[in-house]
Each structure stands twice: as C-alpha cells, then as structure tokens.
C-alpha cells in the first residue's frame, strides 16, 4: 500500500515540475548541482534563484524573454526559452579563471556591469567570508586587503579608506545609511553593530564619485547587502535552516549563529540570531616588549589596587559579548513588486576602552574604570522594489527606515569613589526613493533619487559613587538641549555605452543640510553661546568614462566632487581625546568639500594574470580637523580636575591625500590561485602636518587552492612602519599606544602575519572549518590601535545547511 502511495506521489511530483517548468542548473566540471544562482531577464525586472538543488521555476518569464544565469564564480550565459526547451532545462556553468563578481550595486544601487563602472569598486563575497571567518563585521570588510582596519579596543573596528574614516566614510546596510549625527571625527565602532554571519556581501566603493551617497562619502561607501527572504522556486515550500559555530583561542571566543527561511510563492519569512562571547585577547608573545601588560587595576571593596599580571600578553579587560538578531518579511504583491519588512537589532555588552586603561599619570596606571556601556542599534525599515517598466522607471526603490542607537561612557580614575557617565541616544528617521531607466533604443540609462533623514540627539550624565549608589548632576558630551540634524537631497545620474568600448557616466546630487542645538544648563562651562544654527547646502557631482581599449585591456578615468556638512559631534562636543588636551564646541565650524580624481588600468593576461591598478588624488578644502583653540580667550581650562589644552574642530585651510591600489590575480595551476593587492597613501594638511587617518602602507597576499570538497587559504597580511616624523600631533599626544624608537618618541613598526585557513565539504549538509592565524605569534599593534593585535590563534568552525 505504502508503495502505491509513493507512486502517486511521484507521477503528481512529476506534473507539478513540467507545469512549473523547472530548470536545473549544474556544474559543468563535476556535475554537481549549483545553488544561489541568479536568474534573471535582460532588463534585470525580473529575477529568481536557484534552490540548494539548482533548481528554480522559470514560468514567471513570458517566451520572449532572453533569460540569463549569473553566479560570481561561473561565466554568465544566456538563453532563449527555445534554446533551453533544446537543452532539456538543464544548463551547464563554467567556472571562471578570477572569481569575481561581473555586476556591482553600489555605485548607483542599481545593478550594472562592473566593466562599465570608471569608480573603484571592492566586493567581499560570501564564500571568502565563510572560509576566513572574521569575527566582527570590521573583520569582514578587512578581508578585502584594501580597507585599514583601527581598534581601540577588542570590541571596536574603525575603517580607514583613502586617508578618511570615522564620519568621513559611509557605512550603508541593505541601502540605509548607519552614519548619525554622532558619529566622530576620532575612532568609532559603530560598524560592528552589524552581524557578520547575516552579511551576503559587501561592496566598497573608493572616494566621493558615487552621487547617490552624499554628505560623509568622502572617503568611500562601505555597502553592506544582508540575506534576503528567499521565496519558493517550486510548487513546494523553500526551507533552509544555517547554523554556524566557532571557537577561538586567542581570545576564547564563542559564536553560535543560527537563521531559518521560510518561503512560498508569495511570502517568505527569514529569522537568525548570533551571539559571541570573547574573553580577555590574548597578543603574541614575539616582539616589541612595549605593548605587553605588566600590571592592571583591580577593585576590592571599592578599593582600586594594581596587581602583576602572570601573563603579560594577556591584555586583562579587553573582553566583552554581543548579541545579533535579524527578522525579514517579504511579500510580493504582484509580478515585480515586492515589500520587505526587516528589523536588525544589536547589543553589545559593557566594553572596556582598553586604549585608557594602559594610561599611566604620575607613574601609575590613571584609571580604576573606563568602559563603554551597552552599545545598542535597532533598525527597522520597510523596503518595496517594483521592477515593472513604465514611462518613468524600469525599476524603483523605496525605502523608510527608523534606528535607535544609544550609548554611553563611563571612566573613574584610580583610588576616586566617584565616576563619570555619559549617556547619549539617537533617533534617526530616514527615507530614500531610488529610480533606474533604460532609454528605448539605446545603450543609454538614467537613474535618479531624493534622500531625507533626520537625527534627534538626547545627552545627559551624572557622576555615581561607587560604594553608595548616590548621583548627582554633571556635563554631558553634547548640549543638554534640543539637539535635531537633519539632511535632505536630490540626485541624477546617466550613463551611456557609446559603443563596444566607450562608456561614459555622469552625475549630479545637490546636499541641503541643517543642524540646531541648545544649551538648557550652562553652569558647567559657561559657554559663550546657548545655541547652535548651521544650514548648509552644496551641489557636487561626478564625471567618468570607461575604455575598452580591447578586451583585455580596460582604462577608466573619474572625477567627483565631495561635501560634509558638520554635525552635532563636530560642534557641540566636550571631552577628552588625549591626556592633557579637551575639545570644546565649535558654533562657527563650516563644511568641508572634495575634490578627486582617479585614474585605473586593468590588463588580462591570457586568462592566467590579471593585474588592477589605481592612482588617486583629493584634495579637501575647508578641512575639519582638531587644532589649538581658545576657549573664553583661555588657551587651558580645567577639565575633570586635570588642567588641559584647549583644542576644537576647525576648518583647517585644506588637507591633501594621494595614493595607489594595486591588485593581480593569477592562475598558477587549474586548482591554485593567487590574490595579492597592496594600498599606498599619503596625506598632510596646511604646514605639512601628517593627516590622522592616513594608513601606512598596507595588503595581502594570498595563495588559494580548491580541489573539490576541500579548500585552503594560505595568506600573509603586512603593514609598513609610521615613523615619529610621519605622525600627526594627534598621535603623538598618545605615547601610551606606541613603541618607542631609538630617540624615545613614539612610532608604529612595521609587521608581517602568516595565516592558514582550511575547509572542507563533509557532506552536501555540513562544512568544518580549521585555521591558524597569526603562526609565528607575533606581537605588534596595528597603526592608531589601542590594543595589540591577536597572537597565534587557532580557530574551529562548523557550518551546517539544511
């Protein structure tokens, strides 16, 4: 009987899938099945995927479609239904010689060739992410080799791009800005909210050229695009569960991840949540004896005491835990159009600012407590795509978005009963509408836009004692009033293949921007003012072209402009940056603007080398930077006791960075490959004075070998020495974090890693992940870090996908 039944079930099974008309795509070389492709017309209005099978429903597109599969490791190829009612459904892809993705969003958020892009554009993909298994999301887009990566603490990760960073790049997640109206012209974190294991890919894209970004892309876009809720491809429900687990020596860590999608026809529905927990890091026990912990502080009673560390390279209090939760909802309404609802939420736990607690004064360690308290962002947004062609679009975006974030500092110097809390939250409310057209008989394309969004700042702070819980009022970090940033824009673009080998693109945004901020209590530091009222608005624009000098052979050329309007961090704020230094408001601080240029040559050779270079060049005038200043005529005040130097946010005349991105891929044999890239930048400001955010010298080299099931990474990460003369005051105020060179100033050496990663298919379910970071246990400290980096570190990971 049992048997009858399962002979039903499969002749129905089998009408189901002719009706549906059911492709399969597979691997040419050994025939296995390929999953995750994208399928999709020639005007991009429609798409699907293929399921873990290679298998996806085709019926959605009409016979006259040309249908096309694309995956970032296989050759793009396209079809007639005709063509693939002769192939019997099944189409066979050949893996590329450089696996890289052939189209890229970022620079317009539309998709479009890479080939026909004159910016710079970096994509991190998520077989690279799952083979390397980065942490954190600043991690993640350190993968790429082109992005420097700063911490202060083990909880942080500042991206520097092109001699920018902190408020001067923009951190955009599923097409929604992160950047707020705090966000600093030092170090921040704030990209490490975002959960690795829910990232699908990353897209950078380097300078200002990307008109559809505006205010804070100076030195570049970082675009994160995370898992979509993926709809059925058949007559049966799509479901697909991820759960990853790792474990980490050099600072204990543990991560468990874990996601399930539910989809059907109509709707789908994706649920995940990550949580890692990190213990004291752990640095490398080879090298520079300057960066190791010989002691700490400890509190008993509320009493502090300084204790011998038994390891020194254990850096105590670095260690922190952090949860990650992402919910979508997608609905499609209609052929081509689709509502995503999504909610991301991130909580860190308290973080130890590790970069204070190695300061000494008078000999000893300054302070019993500095940590950041929970650091929260919750973003929840409503996303619709239509992809129907009108009169006015081929495809439309639009976005409305809504971000909590809230966090806090807190710091007691040794032997105080009394410490200071700053608590400081964000509202954001924020709305994009994005729209793309193809001209009709024409190679030519137009894509426009508006952006609004509007930040609402709340500051307070008190001092607690510690040992009776009693608090009193106290300055906070920015005005205790109305604190409201706001922005709004609109944005054309076009773009034009002229023939097979030209392709010209331009563009155009105008930026309006205002801010206001009041003072309700101005006894703490008497303020020459009680408000603060900026409007600002700027037009920039970008211009660039692509050459086909032959198929091998690519040169692009652009030119942009750039614009930062300052905000609420850059004028209301008071605090501390270095021992013996405060930064007080600016009310009279200005905008700055950029102007760039890059020029890029790509070369194939004969499919075995690939070699990418680009040169670059911008130029900011009206630069904001941190200079001397005086406050009530008074060049130092008194500030948490501590006599300090009066400095502030100005507009510094001008800044200047040059520099060059050089990357070759080349196939040593059919299973090995090697990746290498290496960034080179330099900037100053007026007087020759070294800019801040400039890296030195950095890249990677890796040699990749995949044969079948098994893949293995063997790679090295290098930076280039910073030397005294090299580094802005900024940095040299802070001897604490560097080495000493032979004259006793600081400077940052130079270093080298070997790394090893590995991973193998156990079955079509489950990967294991094995690596060594770190192998000859090294100890050094990136440039501007407050913390050693991780010494030799073994790492363990189980993927499983069901």
Same mark, same amino acid.
């Given at each position: 009987?049992?048997?009858?039944?399962?002979?039903?079930?499969?002749?129905?099974?089998?009408?189901?899938?002719?009706?549906?008309?059911?492709?399969?795509?597979?691997?040419?070389?050994?025939?296995?099945?390929?999953?995750?492709?994208?399928?999709? !017309?020639?005007?991009?209005?429609?798409?699907?995927?293929?399921?873990?099978?290679?298998?996806?429903?085709?019926?959605?597109?009409?016979?006259?479609?040309?249908?096309?599969?694309?995956?970032?490791?296989?050759?793009?190829?396209?079809?007639?239904?005709?063509?693939?009612?002769?192939?019997?459904?099944?189409? %066979?892809?050949?893996?590329?010689?450089?696996?890289?993705?052939?189209?890229?969003?970022?620079?317009?958020?539309?998709?479009?060739?890479?080939?026909?892009?004159?910016?710079?554009?970096?994509?991190?993909?998520?077989?690279?992410?799952?083979?390397?298994?980065?942490?954190?999301?600043?991690?993640?887009?350190?993968?790429?080799?082109?992005?420097?990566?700063?911490?202060?603490?083990?909880?942080?990760?500042?991206?520097?791009?092109?001699?920018?960073?902190?408020?001067?790049?923009?951190?955009?997640?599923?097409?929604?800005?992160?950047?707020?109206?705090?966000?600093?012209?030092?170090?921040?974190?704030?990209?490490?909210?975002?959960?690795?294991?829910?990232?699908?890919?990353?897209?950078?894209?380097?300078?200002?050229?990307?008109?559809?970004?505006?205010?804070?892309?100076?030195?570049?876009?970082?675009?994160?695009?995370?898992?979509?809720?993926?709809?059925?491809?058949?007559?049966?429900?799509?479901?697909?569960?991820?759960?990853?687990?790792?474990?980490?020596?050099?600072?204990?860590?543990?991560?468990?991840?874990?996601?399930?999608?539910?989809?059907?026809?109509?709707?789908?529905?994706?649920?995940?949540?990550?949580?890692?927990?990190?213990?004291?890091?752990?640095?490398?026990?080879?090298?520079?004896?300057?960066?190791?912990?010989?002691?700490?502080?400890?509190?008993?009673?509320?009493?502090?005491?300084?204790?011998?560390?038994?390891?020194?390279?254990?850096?105590?209090?670095?260690?922190?835990?952090?949860?990650?939760?992402?919910?979508?909802?997608?609905?499609?309404?209609?052929?081509?159009?689709?509502?995503?609802?999504?909610?991301?939420?991130?909580?860190?736990?308290?973080?130890?600012?590790?970069?204070?607690?190695?300061?000494?004064?008078?000999?000893?360690?300054?302070?019993?407590?500095?940590?950041?308290?929970?650091?929260?962002?919750?973003?929840?947004?409503?996303?619709?795509?239509?992809?129907?062609?009108?009169?006015?679009?081929?495809?439309?975006?639009?976005?409305?978005?809504?971000?909590?974030?809230?966090?806090?500092?807190?710091?007691?110097?040794?032997?105080?009963?009394?410490?200071?809390?700053?608590?400081?939250?964000?509202?954001?409310?924020?709305?994009?509408?994005?729209?793309?057209?193809?001209?009709?008989?024409?190679?030519?394309?137009?894509?426009?836009?508006?952006?609004?969004?509007?930040?609402?700042?709340?500051?307070?702070?008190?001092?607690?004692?510690?040992?009776?819980?009693?608090?009193?009022?106290?300055?906070?970090?920015?005005?205790?009033?109305?604190?409201?940033?706001?922005?709004?824009?609109?944005?054309?673009?076009?773009?034009?293949?002229?023939?097979?080998?030209?392709?010209?693109?331009?563009?155009?945004?105008?930026?309006?921007?205002?801010?206001?901020?009041?003072?309700?209590?101005?006894?703490?530091?008497?303020?020459?003012?009680?408000?603060?009222?900026?409007?600002?608005?700027?037009?920039?624009?970008?211009?660039?072209?692509?050459?086909?000098?032959?198929?091998?052979?690519?040169?692009?050329?652009?030119?942009?402009?750039?614009?930062?309007?300052?905000?609420?961090?850059?004028?209301?704020?008071?605090?501390?940056?270095?021992?013996?230094?405060?930064?007080?408001? !600016?009310?009279?601080?200005?905008?700055?603007?950029?102007?760039?240029?890059?020029?890029?040559?790509?070369?194939?050779?004969?499919?075995?080398?690939?070699?990418?270079?680009?040169?670059?060049?911008?130029?900011?005038?009206?630069?904001?930077?941190?200079?001397? %200043?005086?406050?009530?005529?008074?060049?130092?005040?008194?500030?948490?006791?501590?006599?300090?130097?009066?400095?502030?946010?100005?507009?510094?005349?001008?800044?200047?960075?040059?520099?060059?991105?050089?990357?070759?891929?080349?196939?040593?044999?059919?299973?090995?490959?090697?990746?290498?890239?290496?960034?080179?930048?330099?900037?100053?400001?007026?007087?020759?004075?070294?800019?801040?955010?400039?890296?030195?010298? %950095?890249?990677?080299?890796?040699?990749?070998?995949?044969?079948?099931?098994?893949?293995?990474?063997?790679?090295?990460?290098?930076?280039?020495?910073?030397?005294?003369?090299?580094?802005?005051?900024?940095?040299?105020?802070?001897?604490?974090?560097?080495?000493?060179?032979?004259?006793?100033?600081?400077?940052?050496?130079?270093?080298?890693?070997?790394?090893?990663?590995?991973?193998?298919?156990?079955?079509?379910?489950?990967?294991?992940?094995?690596?060594?970071?770190?192998?000859?246990?090294?100890?050094?400290?990136?440039?501007?870090?407050?913390?050693?980096?991780?010494?030799?570190?073994?790492?363990?990971?189980?993927?499983?996908?069901?």
């Amino acid at each position: 009987m049992k048997t009858g039944y399962l002979i039903i079930f499969l002749f129905f099974q089998s009408i189901i899938l002719s009706y549906g008309q059911i492709i399969k795509v597979i691997d040419k070389e050994d025939k296995n099945p390929v999953s995750d492709v994208a399928i999709v !017309n020639e005007l991009n209005t429609k798409f699907i995927y293929t399921n873990r099978s290679g298998q996806a429903d085709i019926s959605l597109f009409p016979e006259t479609d040309t249908i096309c599969f694309q995956h970032f490791t296989y050759e793009r190829v396209c079809y007639t239904r005709a063509q693939l009612s002769e192939l019997d459904f099944s189409v %066979f892809l050949t893996r590329k010689l450089f696996a890289f993705e052939d189209f890229v969003i970022s620079a317009n958020r539309w998709e479009q060739k890479r080939n026909e892009v004159p910016n710079r554009i970096t994509m991190v993909l998520k077989p690279e992410v799952q083979l390397l298994n980065p942490q954190t999301s600043a991690d993640l887009i350190g993968i790429s080799g082109e992005v420097f990566i700063q911490k202060s603490q083990l909880g942080g990760g500042s991206p520097m791009i092109r001699g920018f960073a902190t408020n001067r790049v923009l951190i955009v997640v599923d097409g929604i800005r992160m950047n707020n109206a705090i966000y600093r012209e030092g170090n921040i974190q704030n990209i490490i909210s975002l959960d690795p294991a829910s990232v699908e890919s990353a897209e950078i894209i380097f300078g200002p050229g990307a008109t559809v970004y505006g205010s804070d892309a100076i030195g570049g876009v970082m675009d994160f695009h995370t898992k979509k809720a993926l709809f059925s491809t058949g007559e049966k429900v799509y479901v697909k569960a991820d759960a990853l687990t790792r474990y980490s020596t050099a600072n204990k860590e543990k991560t468990g991840h874990f996601d399930l999608n539910i989809g059907g026809k109509k709707i789908a529905f994706l649920s995940g949540i990550t949580f890692s927990d990190y213990d004291h890091l752990r640095m490398g026990s080879k090298g520079n004896p300057d960066y190791t912990r010989p002691e700490y502080v400890f509190t008993t009673d509320g009493r502090d005491s300084v204790g011998r560390n038994p390891n020194h390279n254990t850096q105590v209090y670095s260690g922190y835990s952090q949860i990650n939760t992402l919910n979508k909802l997608r609905m499609r309404l209609a052929e081509g159009v689709d509502i995503t609802v999504a909610n991301h939420y991130s909580r860190l736990s308290n973080v130890p600012r590790y970069d204070r607690l190695i300061q000494y004064k008078s000999g000893r360690l300054r302070y019993g407590e500095w940590y950041y308290g929970p650091q929260v962002w919750m973003m929840n947004s409503i996303q619709s795509e239509i992809r129907k062609e009108t009169l006015l679009f081929d495809a439309a975006t639009i976005t409305l978005a809504q971000q909590n974030y809230k966090e806090s500092r807190h710091d007691r110097e040794f032997g105080k009963t009394t410490i200071n809390e700053q608590f400081d939250k964000v509202g954001i409310v924020s709305f994009n509408a994005d729209f793309d057209k193809k001209l009709k008989t024409s190679n030519q394309y137009v894509y426009y836009g508006l952006e609004y969004f509007y930040n609402n700042v709340k500051s307070d702070a008190e001092k607690r004692n510690i040992n009776t819980g009693e608090l009193t009022p106290s300055a906070s970090r920015y005005p205790d009033g109305r604190n409201i940033y706001s922005g709004a824009a609109l944005y054309a673009g076009y773009k034009n293949n002229l023939n097979e080998k030209i392709t010209i693109s331009t563009g155009a945004r105008y930026n309006f921007a205002w801010l206001n901020s009041t003072i309700k209590d101005n006894s703490y530091y008497n303020m020459p003012f009680d408000e603060i009222s900026l409007i600002n608005g700027a037009l920039t624009g970008s211009g660039g072209m692509v050459l086909k000098i032959n198929e091998r052979l690519h040169f692009n050329a652009n030119i942009s402009t750039g614009f930062r309007a300052p905000n609420i961090d850059d004028v209301g704020k008071i605090f501390d940056p270095a021992p013996g230094v405060v930064v007080v408001p !600016n009310p009279d601080l200005e905008p700055e603007y950029a102007y760039n240029a890059d020029i890029g040559l790509s070369k194939d050779f004969s499919g075995i080398v690939h070699i990418d270079i680009t040169a670059f060049f911008t130029y900011l005038n009206n630069a904001m930077i941190r200079h001397d %200043f005086s406050f009530n005529g008074q060049d130092s005040i008194l500030y948490n006791g501590d006599m300090c130097r009066v400095q502030a946010i100005t507009n510094a005349s001008f800044a200047k960075v040059m520099g060059t991105h050089f990357n070759v891929l080349a196939n040593i044999t059919e299973f090995l490959k090697l990746k290498s890239n290496i960034t080179f930048t330099k900037g100053h400001e007026k007087g020759n004075i070294p800019l801040r955010h400039a890296a030195p010298l %950095f890249g990677s080299t890796h040699i990749v070998m995949k044969i079948k099931s098994f893949n293995a990474d063997l790679y090295s990460v290098y930076n280039g020495a910073k030397r005294y003369e090299d580094m802005p005051p900024s940095e040299t105020d802070k001897p604490y974090m560097y080495a000493s060179d032979e004259n006793g100033k600081p400077w940052s050496p130079g270093w080298v890693t070997f790394n090893l990663k590995l991973s193998y298919d156990i079955s079509e379910w489950a990967v294991i992940n094995a690596g060594v970071e770190n192998i000859l246990d090294n100890r050094y400290r990136p440039y501007a870090s407050g913390i050693a980096a991780p010494g030799r570190n073994f790492v363990l990971s189980l993927r499983v996908i069901i």
